[in-house]
């Protein structure tokens, strides 16, 4: 998936001009305003502590489950009119791991990781660029401030800074294979694609694939290519698997 920010367009932490609307985000200042030992948990890579219990992968762990918990109420309460499989469509859209990276860096959580770093900087600054890392930030902010604030407040801040990835996904501006993908890897699964029909006429070719996961076909789509075909088996897929509650 896309991300809209860029890194060499953001602004330093340290710059003295007013932070951008972004920036000045509820869930930024809520990690900021974390106690400075739960803080420097939230940025503490597992390669920087001498016990991996000691990382942020617990609070990964955590704010995950906060994250799909606070968005899932939001789309529920906002879409009252949406089915269950659309719903879960754009849930699965908005707390994929690319859609946190992208939130991450609108947030500048690259900087403050990198400003928390106690690694040297060239280490910090390559995990600071990958967007896993970033991700797994994210999710580990949100963790801590459900534990230091409770849900309510955290939630509120969660809405706010993935409006833009609702909004997004609302545009059907999404690659459903990629969250397939990510859905599945939660799961330990994976899925795979197979084109099983071809029609038409060679300036108007119609393309059929299906989406199969442990060996079973899970979603069919049609399209004018073979890649916007998967994208209809993926999300199809997608839909059958919040049906069958996956």
Do not use: N
Not at 62 to 72: E, H, Q, R
């Amino acid at each position: 998936m896309r991300r809209r920010s860029r890194r060499s367009a953001r602004r330093s932490i340290t710059s003295p001009h007013t932070p951008e609307p972004a920036r000045a985000s509820g869930l930024r200042q809520l990690i900021e305003a974390l106690p400075p030992e739960r803080r420097r948990s939230v940025f503490a890579h597992s390669s920087w502590v001498a016990e991996r219990g000691h990382s942020y992968e617990r609070l990964e762990f955590l704010g995950d489950s906060v994250l799909g918990l606070a968005i899932t109420r939001h789309l529920y309460e906002r879409f009252p009119d949406r089915a269950e499989g659309e719903l879960a469509r754009m849930r699965a859209h908005v707390v994929s791991r690319a859609s946190c990276a992208a939130v991450g860096r609108q947030l500048g959580l690259d900087d403050l990781f990198l400003r928390e770093a106690t690694a040297p900087p060239s280490d910090a600054a390559a995990l600071a660029a990958s967007d896993t890392v970033i991700a797994e930030v994210v999710e580990a902010g949100i963790g801590a401030c459900f534990l230091e604030v409770g849900l309510e407040r955290v939630a509120g801040a969660v809405v706010e800074a993935f409006a833009g990835r609702v909004s997004y996904a609302l545009e059907e501006h999404v690659d459903h294979k990629t969250v397939l993908q990510e859905e599945l890897a939660r799961q330990g699964g994976s899925v795979t694609y197979a084109l099983v029909e071809t029609s038409g006429p060679d300036h108007d070719r119609r393309f059929t694939s299906v989406a199969i996961v442990e060996g079973a076909e899970l979603g069919r789509g049609s399209g004018g290519s073979k890649k916007a075909s998967e994208q209809e088996a993926a999300r199809e897929a997608l839909e059958q698997i919040a049906r069958a509650g996956m």
